[in-house]
């Protein structure tokens, strides 16, 4: 048996006659879904979020990462991984990138002939400025193929219509003669049917033929064809919201439907015509407050055109690694994504305090980023939602406690004057600052002190993503001292100090 851990970016492999661990492999980052092949040789593990660094003119490690002995291209920003392990070997096998902006990983399946392997996530247009949203301008959807043969990327298609996004892509599993392939969209509330062989017909004919138009499909992969899913698929809307898992059973679908606390059911007649039901998992409460704004946080039907949710940008309240060029501040100055943990309490809101509260950053959403009005009562439920999310606890921490490394790190980081600007509980003091990180057009500009509670699932850092590590951090961006005196410290204290930050 094998054991995403998510947190602590590594797969168990468990052995089921003992129940003990008897591997523990390597992950890149968030290792969320994966599937086998069916003589069991292969495992594909879908990573959750990118894992470069957000500049491209800074190169890591001479241009690659390393893991396990395998490297990955390192020198350009957002490129989520299928990470292949050999289960004969416990080792990887290989690291297959997505394209550019891939990100929000979450279904990952193994065609029933071991060929292919069908990954759903989100495909950001992270390097445009936010000025639209219609025909995916910020957030598109889409599905990664894999040769298994090759062990690469064969294709990305997009599953968008043109004027009809189909946000987040979710569970992912093909029919059991292989004839289809079927995918939930959690921000739209649909199954998606789509013809596995005209799928694979369409894309050998794109990516092979020689005409100009199938020329220009093979050097944009496919990624932007809003029309690519004409004629191979049907959107199934459900009754139920939020479906996330998915299964096929008797030729029927059901799916795992999160927030209507249901299983929606989907059977085709002798026509091929849908009969959609919804089965309740019992008694549920009544929705909260913050349950409700959950569901509308995650709703893409409050997005004009249901491009894209408040999640896409946000997975789980956090953050999808990427930077983006808001209009709040002006235009070419791209900042990363912000938690939205603690936000609520900690305003200023954006990394330049642009926002004076979460309140307004909320409502700011909607209208600029959903292109969408809403009632007041939806805002308020979102910042419910906020306000209820609870801290992770670090995967630094040893037992629930910080370890002896992490306590030596915590009298550095006082002893350093990290408190300074950092202080407990919330480890920031609600102010700004110019620590020197400014480039460009922002150099000297003052920022938001941020709060340090979770920074070990928020990399890469600084307000621009360049840092890939809070060694970089620290030592690369902070020649200085002007962001906590750190200059004296040697390898070892660094790194107690760095273990300290990590745990909280």
């Given at each position: 048996?094998?054991?995403?851990?998510?947190?602590?970016?590594?797969?168990?492999?468990?052995?089921?006659?003992?129940?003990?661990?008897?591997?523990?492999?390597?992950?890149?980052?968030?290792?969320?879904?994966?599937?086998?092949?069916?003589?069991?040789?292969?495992?594909?593990?879908?990573?959750?979020?990118?894992?470069?660094?957000?500049?491209e003119?800074?190169?890591?490690?001479?241009?690659?990462?390393?893991?396990?002995?395998?490297s990955?291209?390192?020198?350009?920003?957002?490129?989520?991984?299928?990470?292949?392990?050999?289960?004969?070997?416990?080792r990887l096998?290989?690291?297959?990138?997505?394209?550019?902006?891939?990100?929000?990983?979450?279904?990952?399946?193994?065609?029933?002939?071991?060929?292919?392997?069908?990954?759903?996530?989100?495909?950001?247009?992270?390097?445009?400025?936010?000025?639209?949203?219609?025909?995916?301008?910020?957030?598109m959807n889409?599905?990664?193929?894999?040769?298994?043969?090759?062990?690469?990327?064969?294709?990305?298609?997009?599953?968008?219509?043109?004027?009809?996004?189909?946000?987040?892509?979710?569970?992912?599993?093909?029919?059991?003669?292989?004839e289809?392939?079927?995918?939930?969209?959690?921000?739209?509330?649909?199954?998606?049917?789509?013809?596995?062989?005209?799928?694979?017909?369409?894309?050998?004919?794109?990516?092979?033929?020689?005409?100009?138009?199938?020329?220009?499909?093979?050097?944009?992969?496919?990624?932007?064809?809003?029309?690519?899913?004409s004629?191979?698929?049907?959107?199934?809307?459900?009754?139920?919201?939020?479906?996330?898992?998915?299964v096929?059973?008797?030729?029927?679908?059901?799916?795992a439907?999160?927030?209507s606390?249901?299983?929606?059911?989907?059977?085709?007649?002798?026509?091929?015509?849908?009969?959609?039901?919804?089965?309740?998992?019992?008694?549920?409460?009544?929705?909260?407050?913050?349950?409700?704004?959950?569901?509308y946080?995650?709703?893409?039907?409050?997005?004009?055109?249901?491009w894209?949710?408040?999640?896409?940008?946000?997975?789980?309240?956090?953050?999808?690694?990427?930077?983006?060029?808001?209009?709040?501040?002006?235009?070419?100055?791209?900042?990363k994504?912000?938690?939205?943990?603690?936000?609520?309490?900690?305003?200023?809101?954006m990394?330049?305090?642009?926002?004076?509260?979460?309140?307004?950053?909320?409502?700011?959403?909607?209208?600029?980023?959903?292109?969408?009005?809403?009632?007041?009562?939806?805002?308020?439920?979102?910042?419910?939602?906020?306000?209820?999310?609870?801290?992770?606890?670090?995967?630094?921490?040893?037992?629930?406690?910080?370890?002896?490394n992490?306590?030596?790190?915590?009298?550095?980081?006082k002893?350093?004057?990290?408190?300074?600007?950092?202080?407990?509980?919330?480890?920031?003091?609600?102010?700004?600052?110019?620590?020197?990180?400014?480039?460009?057009?922002?150099?000297?500009?003052?920022?938001?002190?941020?709060?340090?509670?979770?920074?070990?699932?928020?990399?890469?850092?600084?307000?621009?993503?360049?840092?890939?590590s809070?060694?970089?951090?620290m030592?690369?961006?902070n020649?200085?001292?002007?962001?906590?005196?750190?200059?004296?410290?040697?390898?070892?204290?660094?790194?107690?100090?760095?273990?300290?930050?990590?745990?909280l």
């Amino acid at each position: 048996m094998f054991v995403c851990n998510r947190f602590d970016n590594s797969l168990s492999v468990i052995d089921t006659d003992t129940d003990k661990e008897i591997a523990k492999i390597p992950m890149m980052r968030e290792p969320f879904a994966a599937d086998i092949t069916r003589d069991g040789r292969y495992l594909f593990v879908a990573n959750h979020l990118p894992t470069s660094n957000q500049i491209e003119e800074y190169v890591i490690d001479g241009g690659y990462m390393d893991i396990n002995g395998y490297s990955i291209d390192g020198r350009y920003a957002a490129k989520s991984v299928v990470v292949v392990v050999n289960t004969e070997t416990n080792r990887l096998e290989a690291i297959i990138q997505l394209p550019e902006g891939s990100t929000s990983l979450h279904g990952i399946c193994v065609s029933p002939d071991s060929k292919y392997v069908y990954v759903t996530h989100i495909l950001a247009r992270y390097k445009k400025p936010t000025r639209y949203i219609e025909r995916g301008s910020i957030n598109m959807n889409a599905l990664s193929i894999i040769d298994i043969v090759e062990m690469k990327l064969k294709s990305t298609v997009i599953l968008d219509d043109i004027d009809r996004g189909a946000a987040n892509p979710w569970g992912v599993i093909c029919s059991d003669d292989g004839e289809f392939l079927y995918i939930t969209h959690a921000g739209t509330h649909e199954i998606s049917i789509i013809d596995r062989g005209k799928l694979h017909t369409k894309l050998n004919n794109a990516l092979y033929s020689n005409t100009t138009t199938d020329i220009t499909s093979v050097v944009d992969n496919t990624i932007y064809d809003l029309t690519f899913m004409s004629g191979l698929r049907q959107r199934i809307r459900l009754k139920g919201n939020g479906p996330r898992g998915i299964v096929t059973a008797d030729k029927k679908i059901f799916a795992a439907e999160y927030f209507s606390d249901s299983i929606g059911i989907v059977a085709l007649d002798i026509h091929g015509n849908p009969i959609v039901t919804s089965v309740e998992l019992g008694q549920t409460n009544p929705k909260t407050q913050a349950r409700k704004g959950e569901m509308y946080f995650n709703d893409a039907d409050l997005c004009f055109q249901t491009w894209q949710s408040c999640a896409s940008c946000h997975p789980y309240g956090r953050s999808d690694a990427l930077n983006w060029d808001l209009l709040n501040d002006g235009v070419g100055n791209p900042k990363k994504t912000r938690s939205m943990l603690l936000s609520h309490q900690t305003p200023p809101a954006m990394i330049t305090g642009v926002r004076p509260s979460t309140e307004d950053a909320v409502r700011s959403g909607i209208e600029h980023i959903l292109f969408q009005e809403c009632p007041e009562s939806y805002a308020v439920a979102i910042d419910a939602y906020l306000k209820s999310l609870k801290v992770v606890p670090s995967p630094y921490l040893v037992n629930g406690k910080l370890s002896r490394n992490a306590k030596r790190g915590r009298k550095i980081f006082k002893k350093s004057g990290c408190n300074e600007c950092h202080p407990p509980p919330l480890y920031t003091d609600l102010k700004k600052y110019d620590v020197g990180t400014g480039r460009g057009n922002e150099k000297n500009l003052s920022f938001d002190t941020p709060i340090l509670i979770e920074i070990w699932r928020t990399a890469p850092y600084l307000y621009d993503g360049r840092a890939q590590s809070l060694y970089e951090v620290m030592t690369t961006y902070n020649r200085r001292d002007r962001h906590g005196v750190t200059s004296h410290l040697n390898y070892k204290e660094l790194n107690d100090l760095i273990e300290f930050i990590l745990s909280l």
